[in-house]
DNA sequence: CTAGGGTTAG
């Protein structure tokens, strides 16, 4: 399976303090990075720096008597590429053909390059037919980069087959890079382990593994939050193989670390790059300012742009895009508009991404015509909505209890072209249930015939607690049911919700019998879990089991919430929890819940 | 001499 963003959050913790006035103190009094973004050395050809003078150039060079060298020709092709213009690259690649201009290995690689960029990893094979006919031998960097178009475009069994076909066949010499491109198309599709494999086979193999192969996995098992894993490979690649990582290496750590909450981690990392003297580049930057953003931490998201222009770093739009995703999610929508607004002064166009975030933070601040003017807004822009953009706006629709305009847009979405996914079905089956009608939702859940969807446990647990909180107890056991009977794993949310149905009906034992058998089942009960239930006792008024339960808890290291404990407390003052309990409940406050006076 | 691989945003 290929690597998708989960539908539902891990649970982090929020960086303390200390972490993070460490973490800009740190950043703000090291040393300025050095830059230097001048090429004495460039010839006219690599130079051009935008389309009209490469175009000019090429007919000038067309005209020339004698032509240039295979060499020029390519140098130009490969500023246009750099400069990202695939198509334009491509069309003069062939004109060079038609016109009988001279054309090597080279060319042809850039031109395939082009081709798969452009996800048109078939036409870069057509170029390497090309390539027999004109009496070119494909070399390395050819193989390498129609391998890349196949990872590019999720083709990996074909990618594994060309790369299998290129050994045994012995059609070029496999290099650290057709091994890398290989090893990341492994990890895009989750096989880290494989990948490792093939790191250790190139090794063997007499081809020295060199950061980007580590940091492709590093990466890898940094998004998959195997972070330790991560770490091991890390120090493997210091200390056992002698490379030096580089700033992109510490950024995929950082990145992880920040992404599971291990903020004085993070901030250890930042450290140690100072320390062996590589500075936080841009992505650094947005890294940190992204994590920030998503904590609510604005403020401390807004220290560090601060910091980065400080040090000669210029924020892009990946920077503004978390911030005003970090404004949408604290509900400060003026803030989030007029950062928005001043997108264009500072020379930045937003994008789909900007428009998305913008759109739903109006929907979560129930302000849903600002967000469908929003909407509007982005195909007047020449962009497409897609599927993200379609799912937030259809949510907000949902939540605005506009179930037929939701509706439309679903079918609006299909006819663009753009693909639902588990999380519009997820967005969908909430609302529905959100709207009073189960029913819908459940027949709608078979009706999608989707085999990943009705396998997709966090749709059951949507479902189950969408029936629960419509009071349809019965369909939440028959879809809890249903569920088992397909071989599908419960997890803990699974149970969770199911525990906080039945306690909602008064039906405690139940409950109790299915907290005992999740634990048996191998699938431990979370803090939420114990609050829901312990919640369950009270509102029943059954105390008997609510001592083993704080004791439990203690005993794991959880922790009581807001609503959990004044609801103990309640029951405390009524005496109908002993008053002994005080001490264990005691320990159970966070620290957060001791310092917030409410 | 020119060509291929690794990091950040909804």
């Given at each position: 399976m290929i690597r998708t963003k989960p539908l539902q959050p891990a649970f982090k913790s929020k960086p303390n303090f200390i972490t993070h006035s460490f973490l800009l103190h740190h950043l703000s009094f090291s040393q300025a990075s050095l830059h230097s973004n001048s090429f004495?050395?460039?010839?006219k050809y690599e130079k051009v720096n935008n389309l009209d003078d490469a175009f000019n150039l090429f007919d000038e060079m067309t005209q020339r008597q004698p032509l240039p060298s295979v060499f020029k020709f390519n140098q130009l092709l490969t500023a246009v590429t750099k400069m990202k213009h695939f198509s334009s690259s491509l069309y003069l690649f062939k004109q060079m053909c038609v016109n009988r201009l001279p054309i090597d290995a080279c060319s042809m690689s850039i031109a395939i390059k082009c081709c798969c960029r452009l996800h048109r990893t078939n036409d870069g094979f057509a170029v390497l037919g090309s390539c027999f006919r004109r009496a070119i031998v494909p070399n390395v960097f050819i193989y390498s980069t129609l391998l890349d178009g196949l990872v590019i475009e999720d083709r990996i069994v074909e990618a594994e087959r060309l790369f299998k076909k290129i050994i045994k066949h012995k059609l070029c010499e496999p290099d650290v890079v057709t091994f890398s491109t290989m090893i990341k198309g492994l990890c895009k599709f989750g096989n880290n382990d494989i990948a490792i494999g093939l790191l250790r086979l190139m090794d063997e193999r007499g081809c020295k593994p060199c950061v980007v192969a580590y940091n492709t996995i590093i990466d890898s098992l940094c998004k998959d939050k195997m972070i330790d894993d991560a770490f091991k490979l890390f120090k493997e690649m210091v200390f056992d193989k002698h490379i030096l990582p580089t700033v992109i290496t510490y950024n995929s750590l950082i990145c992880g670390l920040c992404k599971l909450g291990r903020w004085d981690e993070a901030s250890k990392m930042l450290k140690e790059m100072e320390d062996v003297r590589i500075s936080p580049d841009l992505v650094t930057f947005n890294i940190l300012i992204d994590a920030y953003s998503k904590e609510g931490m604005v403020d401390e998201a807004e220290a560090v742009v601060k910091i980065m222009v400080e040090r000669g770093e210029c924020p892009d739009l990946v920077t503004y895009n978390s911030l005003i995703d970090g404004y949408c999610l604290r509900g400060e929508m003026t803030k989030a508009r007029s950062l928005f607004d001043s997108l264009t002064s500072r020379g930045l166009n937003p994008n789909v991404i900007t428009y998305s975030s913008l759109l739903n933070g109006y929907c979560k601040s129930l302000k849903i015509e600002e967000a469908m003017l929003v909407f509007h807004e982005i195909t007047r822009k020449r962009l497409k909505p897609d599927v993200v953009t379609y799912n937030n706006m259809i949510q907000g629709l949902l939540r605005a209890g506009r179930c037929g305009a939701a509706r439309k847009l679903f079918d609006e979405m299909r006819a663009q072209g753009q693909i639902p996914n588990q999380c519009t079905y997820g967005i969908i089956l909430d609302g529905l249930c959100n709207n009073q009608q189960v029913e819908e939702a459940v027949s709608l859940f078979h009706l999608a015939g989707d085999s990943k969807l009705s396998s997709n446990i966090v749709v059951y647990n949507i479902l189950i607690d969408g029936a629960s909180k419509c009071g349809k107890i019965d369909i939440a056991r028959a879809l809890f049911h249903d569920l088992t009977i397909k071989g599908l794993q419960p997890n803990v949310r699974t149970y969770t919700v199911m525990i906080g149905a039945l306690c909602g009906e008064g039906l405690l034992d139940e409950a109790k019998h299915l907290f005992l058998k999740m634990d048996k089942s191998g699938c431990l009960p979370d803090n939420v879990t114990y609050r829901v239930l312990l919640q369950g006792c009270l509102k029943n008024q059954k105390y008997n089991d609510v001592e083993m339960l704080l004791q439990d808890m203690d005993g794991r290291g959880y922790s009581l919430d807001a609503t959990t404990l004044s609801l103990l407390i309640d029951h405390v003052a009524t005496g109908s929890?002993?008053?002994?309990?005080l001490k264990l409940i005691g320990r159970l406050v966070p620290k957060e819940l001791m310092d917030t006076p409410s």
């Amino acid at each position: 399976m290929i690597r998708t963003k989960p539908l539902q959050p891990a649970f982090k913790s929020k960086p303390n303090f200390i972490t993070h006035s460490f973490l800009l103190h740190h950043l703000s009094f090291s040393q300025a990075s050095l830059h230097s973004n001048s090429f004495p050395n460039r010839s006219k050809y690599e130079k051009v720096n935008n389309l009209d003078d490469a175009f000019n150039l090429f007919d000038e060079m067309t005209q020339r008597q004698p032509l240039p060298s295979v060499f020029k020709f390519n140098q130009l092709l490969t500023a246009v590429t750099k400069m990202k213009h695939f198509s334009s690259s491509l069309y003069l690649f062939k004109q060079m053909c038609v016109n009988r201009l001279p054309i090597d290995a080279c060319s042809m690689s850039i031109a395939i390059k082009c081709c798969c960029r452009l996800h048109r990893t078939n036409d870069g094979f057509a170029v390497l037919g090309s390539c027999f006919r004109r009496a070119i031998v494909p070399n390395v960097f050819i193989y390498s980069t129609l391998l890349d178009g196949l990872v590019i475009e999720d083709r990996i069994v074909e990618a594994e087959r060309l790369f299998k076909k290129i050994i045994k066949h012995k059609l070029c010499e496999p290099d650290v890079v057709t091994f890398s491109t290989m090893i990341k198309g492994l990890c895009k599709f989750g096989n880290n382990d494989i990948a490792i494999g093939l790191l250790r086979l190139m090794d063997e193999r007499g081809c020295k593994p060199c950061v980007v192969a580590y940091n492709t996995i590093i990466d890898s098992l940094c998004k998959d939050k195997m972070i330790d894993d991560a770490f091991k490979l890390f120090k493997e690649m210091v200390f056992d193989k002698h490379i030096l990582p580089t700033v992109i290496t510490y950024n995929s750590l950082i990145c992880g670390l920040c992404k599971l909450g291990r903020w004085d981690e993070a901030s250890k990392m930042l450290k140690e790059m100072e320390d062996v003297r590589i500075s936080p580049d841009l992505v650094t930057f947005n890294i940190l300012i992204d994590a920030y953003s998503k904590e609510g931490m604005v403020d401390e998201a807004e220290a560090v742009v601060k910091i980065m222009v400080e040090r000669g770093e210029c924020p892009d739009l990946v920077t503004y895009n978390s911030l005003i995703d970090g404004y949408c999610l604290r509900g400060e929508m003026t803030k989030a508009r007029s950062l928005f607004d001043s997108l264009t002064s500072r020379g930045l166009n937003p994008n789909v991404i900007t428009y998305s975030s913008l759109l739903n933070g109006y929907c979560k601040s129930l302000k849903i015509e600002e967000a469908m003017l929003v909407f509007h807004e982005i195909t007047r822009k020449r962009l497409k909505p897609d599927v993200v953009t379609y799912n937030n706006m259809i949510q907000g629709l949902l939540r605005a209890g506009r179930c037929g305009a939701a509706r439309k847009l679903f079918d609006e979405m299909r006819a663009q072209g753009q693909i639902p996914n588990q999380c519009t079905y997820g967005i969908i089956l909430d609302g529905l249930c959100n709207n009073q009608q189960v029913e819908e939702a459940v027949s709608l859940f078979h009706l999608a015939g989707d085999s990943k969807l009705s396998s997709n446990i966090v749709v059951y647990n949507i479902l189950i607690d969408g029936a629960s909180k419509c009071g349809k107890i019965d369909i939440a056991r028959a879809l809890f049911h249903d569920l088992t009977i397909k071989g599908l794993q419960p997890n803990v949310r699974t149970y969770t919700v199911m525990i906080g149905a039945l306690c909602g009906e008064g039906l405690l034992d139940e409950a109790k019998h299915l907290f005992l058998k999740m634990d048996k089942s191998g699938c431990l009960p979370d803090n939420v879990t114990y609050r829901v239930l312990l919640q369950g006792c009270l509102k029943n008024q059954k105390y008997n089991d609510v001592e083993m339960l704080l004791q439990d808890m203690d005993g794991r290291g959880y922790s009581l919430d807001a609503t959990t404990l004044s609801l103990l407390i309640d029951h405390v003052a009524t005496g109908s929890v002993d008053r002994s309990m005080l001490k264990l409940i005691g320990r159970l406050v966070p620290k957060e819940l001791m310092d917030t006076p409410s």
